[in-house]
């Protein structure tokens, strides 16, 4: 599953790292984390809607097919 680290998502919804380490346990996220932790990019999604923003709901079926899709068709080594 896709990741992201709290402050470089902070600084996508313009808020200070530690808020958003305040609303983790709102999504769900129970561990003990700090600024340069990594969330799942389900809970990413639900703090983007706390904070407004609109985002499509993450399908990690279809975000894994496409990431191996363009994996495959990068050339591999030098020629």
Known sequence: ???IRINELARELEVKAHEI???LPEVGVT???THSSSIDE???IRLRRLYGHDVP???PEEA???EAG???AEPVGGA
């Open 64 to 66: 894994e097919a496409a």
């Open 21 to 23: 380490l305040e609303r």
């Open 31 to 33: 561990e003990k984390k």
């Open 42 to 44: 389900d809970a990413a």
């Open 1 to 3: 599953m896709k990741k």
């Open 70 to 72: 363009r994996r495959e």
């Open 57 to 59: 709901d993450y399908v």
